[in-house]
């Protein structure tokens, strides 16, 4: 079951109470005090583990508390501090203060470990207060309470290019072609109810992770449909792949254009990423003029047809690519738009290579 945001309480332990104790022994004229301190209570880690992707551990759980700190003994023994509370979480996840909404901690890479409560004080026994005056002190310090907090956990995926598109337009079918992600696939819109990753290889030693989330619908950023819900997890994803099925009964700018508002309607800074448009299942077209309707998007975005192919675009079908040969990338046009087919693999092979390229220009 994918889970990708919780609620609970976390409590951190009590430091152990420390001893008022007093030496006792044969032989031992005016032993004195030896109550020893009480031990730390435990701390709450949080650390990242790649082994996990979901927090579905965390599901039905209302509180997790650390153990509390042993208490002191006598002849100065301090007593056993508490294991920490360790809480394994997949990376990209946001630990976030429930009350005020403050993003608490980023946890991203893994093995980072990061410590959110301490654990409290242990106590200090009787043997601290012995002084001149007061040889047979009885007082030992209660130990120091833990921290407490309401927290949420939010998962947000961490992938090089986010596949955003209607529903049913091919984006399950697009990464399971090109990389080992195996979703559901059916025609039937909303297939896709839960975020796929897939690592998407690149010739022999370079690859990239495409991310695909349900289906966006006009109205996403309202809370219609499945979208809104897992807009989050392209949230940290460097470049956009919009998804726009050519054979579908909206129009190709219609599509793009209400893609494009939600995004902005969602997040500003979303909608600003470097992006490119893919036309797929130009295998199902069933209109007449295929080429015509392709150039007449691409005229529509203020483009032109591009005539080089560094790429091995299909040459059968028209395409834009921007020239980055003397020039940077321009961030309001998409680096590239260009029809695919998922299922007889027209351009799937060289769409990989071209965002590859499209990824690597916004690491510069």
Same mark, same amino acid.
């Given at each position: ?93 946001q630990i976030i203060d429930e009350n005020s909404?403050? &993003? ?7 093995? +980072?470990? $990061? !410590? %959110?409560? /301490?654990?409290? =004080? ?123 099925? &050519? ?7 219609? +599509?793009? $254009? !209400? %893609?494009? /508002?939600?995004? =902005? ?100």
């Open positions: 079951m994918f889970v990708d945001s919780v609620k609970f309480t976390i409590s951190s332990g009590k430091g152990g109470q420390g001893c008022a104790s007093f030496r006792r022994e044969k032989f031992v004229v005016k032993g004195g005090p030896d109550g020893g301190d009480g031990g730390k209570g435990g701390d709450v880690v949080f650390v990242v583990d790649n082994n996990t992707d979901t927090l579905s551990w965390f599901k039905g759980r209302s509180i997790l508390k650390a153990d509390n700190g042993r208490p002191g003994e006598g002849r100065n023994k301090t007593g056993k501090s508490a294991e920490p509370l360790i809480l394994s979480v997949p990376p990209g996840t909404g403050e &993003i608490l901690l980023d946890m991203l890479e893994e093995g +980072q470990k $990061e !410590v %959110l409560l /301490e654990g409290g =004080k242990g106590g200090l026994g009787n043997t601290h207060f012995k002084n001149s005056r007061n040889q047979r002190p009885t007082y030992a310090q209660p130990g120091l309470p833990g921290q407490k907090l309401e927290i949420r956990l939010e998962l947000k995926l961490i992938a090089d290019v986010g596949l955003v598109g209607y529903p049913n337009v091919g984006k399950s079918t697009l990464i399971s072609t090109l990389s080992n992600a195996t979703p559901e696939i059916a025609n039937y819109e909303f297939t896709t109810i839960t975020p796929k990753l897939g690592v998407v290889e690149v010739g022999e030693f370079n690859s990239f992770v495409m991310a695909d989330i349900p289906g966006i619908i006009d109205g996403a950023s309202e809370g219609k449909g499945l979208g809104l819900e897992f807009l989050r997890h392209i949230e940290r994803t460097k470049t956009l792949l919009f998804t726009i099925d &050519i054979a579908n009964y909206r129009a190709i700018k219609d +599509q793009y $254009e !209400v %893609l494009k /508002e939600e995004l =902005k309607k969602f997040s500003t800074e979303l909608s600003g990423r470097n992006f490119a448009i893919a036309l797929t299942k130009v295998d199902s077209y069933l209109g007449e003029d295929l080429e015509g309707d392709i150039k007449s998007f691409i005229s529509e975005l203020g483009l032109e047809c591009s005539s080089s192919n560094e790429y091995g675009f299909d040459k059968t079908l028209p395409y834009f690519v921007q020239d980055l040969t003397f020039s940077k990338l321009d961030e309001d046009k998409p680096f590239f738009v260009l029809p695919i087919s998922s299922v007889t693999h027209i351009n799937t092979n060289a769409i990989t290579f071209a965002l590859y390229d499209l990824i690597s220009q916004g690491k510069k």
